[in-house]
């Protein structure tokens, strides 16, 4: 299960708001570029002034307008003829390059499990990568959890709510990022595994010549 399997649901309600960005000469790119660019500000806002906990409460504002923002450049696209190759490097990009803005900021807030956020910053990254090798193996873009991106970012906001709220992880901090680390390396080896087995059976359907 992941967060991603609720997407549908959360699509619909955005798409009143998605017919009126059509009308007004908003595009896919445009959108996603702005959660780019939000996302490092928010991000460097944290970072710059960890030692400010309040300023954590931004996160989890942010990962809602985020998530909302993700859903409504690809609508845009697919609903709205905007699908084009550069949007498909700056949607992937953007995302990465969001969560390491969004993740690293931990790492000050919490400098006794600086080492454990960085490492799962870059796991999340290898989880991104191995979703996006799907369709280069034959397979469809895997979004295999029981970590990825949606799942990720409810696990962040929740953790900048308690954050900015002024309450620590105290020693539990250290085994919660390991713990995260952990369901990030079942999710790669998860986006691995399904992605190989769709991609011999899509091979084993294939007519032989």
């Known amino acids: 299960m992941t967060l991603y399997q609720i997407k549908p ?5 955005l798409r009143p708001t998605v017919e009126r960005l059509a009308e007004s000469g908003a595009t896919a790119n445009q959108v996603t570029l702005a959660a780019a660019a939000g996302s490092l500000v ?6 710059g002034l960890a030692w400010l906990p309040g300023v954590f409460l931004l996160m989890p504002l942010w990962l809602f307008v985020r998530m909302a923002l993700n859903a ?29 803005a969004l993740t690293i900021p931990f790492a000050w807030a919490m400098p006794s499990s600086g080492g454990e956020v960085m490492l799962f910053a870059i796991l999340a990254v290898v989880a991104e990568c ?3 090798i799907g369709p280069l193996a034959g397979a469809s873009r895997r979004y295999d959890g029981p970590l990825g991106k949606s799942d990720r970012a409810l696990v962040l906001g929740a953790l900048g709510l308690w954050v900015g709220c002024g309450l620590g992880l105290g020693p539990y901090g250290h085994w ?7 369901l990030s390396v079942v999710t790669i080896i998860n986006r691995v595994r399904r992605g190989v087995r769709e991609a011999r059976e899509s091979q084993a359907r294939r007519p032989a010549f």
């Open 9 to 13: 649901k959360f699509q619909a309600l």
């Open 42 to 47: 928010v991000g460097a806002l944290a970072g």
């Open 72 to 100: 409504i450049d690809g609508m845009l696209a697919r609903e709205h003829g905007q699908q084009s190759v550069l949007g498909a490097y700056l949607n992937e990009l953007g995302d990465i390059v969001s969560d390491l």
């Open 130 to 132: 191995a979703g996006l």
């Open 176 to 182: 919660f990022w390991i713990l995260l680390s952990l």
